[in-house]
């Protein structure tokens, strides 16, 4: 078992190195000279762009400038933004703690919306519960969340008035973005759920459960889900990157505050260090979040062992 | 004496007839078609120019005049839809090319050849499954700069991973055949293996990651557009025209409403047709 974690832990190592050196050659392949770039139109004063391109250590060779920058990293430092001159783990500091929440959110909706989804489906398979089940998990692996994210804005804030259409803070301003965010993740826990729920309350120790006398209730909810939640729990890993991911869209839809919405802005604006600093720590959160599943799933299932 | 007995159907055959007993595949194969239709005829059923401004009509709601109404440029958004689906078409399957060709190629080399190749192709895969959901599109997107062209670029390498992992593990599988060691003990070519005996194996499973890969891609192209760093104004692409329509949709929910709806239809229809594909080819395969 510990063979399999230090193993585990140790293959993230080097993806977490590629993943800088990624994210570092990101910025120098950005077209432009960034020393042009944060000086603006100052940038006319080809002695001021020199000074600045020393000041940055532009000069040096890309080895050298890579050095730099993983030792910025280690120290928190992950520069500075070229358009609102603050450090840039200052400004993802402040919007870190919104994309979380969103996620976990959006997260806990997908589990216990799929989870319920998939129950009803395999418990009540071929009836109309199990097609109308599988018919909104299909409708939603396949409506954009965007989409769904304005009409449930046009439905509930706009027609109804129940829930504030754009900001964050309180339960009332989490709960559209989260079921935005959490509805496709939601449809394909749905049919895992199902599909391994299926298989598993063929085998032989659920037939013995009810040959025992046990209730349904007990049969499924004790016995069967308990086995049926193992797959669910690798794919957990893998829709919360998705969610984080998805994050971008969802707090552009309701103009949230957070990592996303802040990588698409910069973007657009041309912050690339921010840029830079944003997708550096959300793909190293990422790559933590799958760590630790990958480490539960073998606490929870100790056939599991490195390959 | 007794009868020869006919020759079976090929397993290719076999698939096609099970995909023909799928009512959710025909269904999703019907609307495609008639999507696929209505994209390569837009410039003659249109009934308007989808980028010519008129602004008397703008912002009207749907009529006999504008079925699907019209949005804040007067521009009609049925116009607009049929000229975006021949778009949106083309991103998914454009996407998927470029996906599909560098996975399937690097899902190879690393299977069949194995040692210090796979090894770095398969650390290349796991660098790229770093960025989480459509992050890896967003800085692509930022190093080659928005456009549509680009979208597609950036899409597809995104999707590679998916590709190169399913073909490398068929492949490994495909090697423990009898046939592929019976193929090497007559000293049978690389290529020769690899063409004859090995690629076979892998084409079922791409075909159906590649007809799923075609929905996903439409949706993320269409993210990216919404966010306006894809298709630029004034391209009708179904992501811009939905994110056209943010603004007004107190007004004029039909403007972001319709574009939605189509682009839900078409993933919907792909999708369907994936799974059919799926039961069809290998009802065993987890994807």
Redesign the interface.
Known sequence: MLGYLTKRLASAV???I??TL??FL?LH???GDPAEQMLGEMAVDKTAVANLRQQMGLNDPLAVQYGHFLGNILHGNLGTSMLAHRSVMDMIGKVLPSTFYLTLAGLGVAIVLGTLLGIAAAVRQNTWLDTSSMVLA??G???????LG??L??TFS?RLGWFPATGSGGWERMVMPAFTLGFGAAAVIARLVRASMLEILRLDFIRVARAKGLSEHRVIYRHALKNALIPVLTMVGLE???????T??IE??FARPGIGRL??DS??KKD?QV?QGA?LL??VF??AINLLVDMSYALIDPRIRYQ | MAQPEPAPDSLWRQAVRRLQRNPGAMLGLVILAVLVLAALLAPAIAPFDPIKQNATDAMQGPSLKHWLGADQFGRDILSRLLFGARISLRIGLVSVGIAASIGILLGLLAGFYGGWLDMLIS??I??LL??????LA??I???I??SLFNVMVAVGISAVPNYARLVRGTVLAARENVYVEAAEAIGARDRTILVKHILPNVLGPVIVLSTLGI?GAI?SG??LS????GAQPPTPEW?AV??DG?NY??QA?WI??F???A??VT??SV??LGDGLRDALDPRMKL
Do not use: K, Q
């Open positions: 080097p993806v977490i590629g993943v990624l994210v990101m392949m950005v077209p299909l409708l692996v396949s409506m954009p969340s965007f989409w304005l009409l804005v046009f706009l919360f990157g998705r969610l984080l991911g998805g971008v869209v552009t839809v990588i698409v973007i657009l690339f840029v997708v959300s793909a990422y790559v | 650390r290349f796991d660098l770093a960025f989480p959901g459509i992050l967003l800085v997107v930022t190093v700069g928005p929905a949706l269409a993210a919404f966010l306006g760093l992501g939905l994110s943010r949709l107190r929910w972001s409403t574009p939605g709806l682009i839900m993933v919907l999708n369907l």
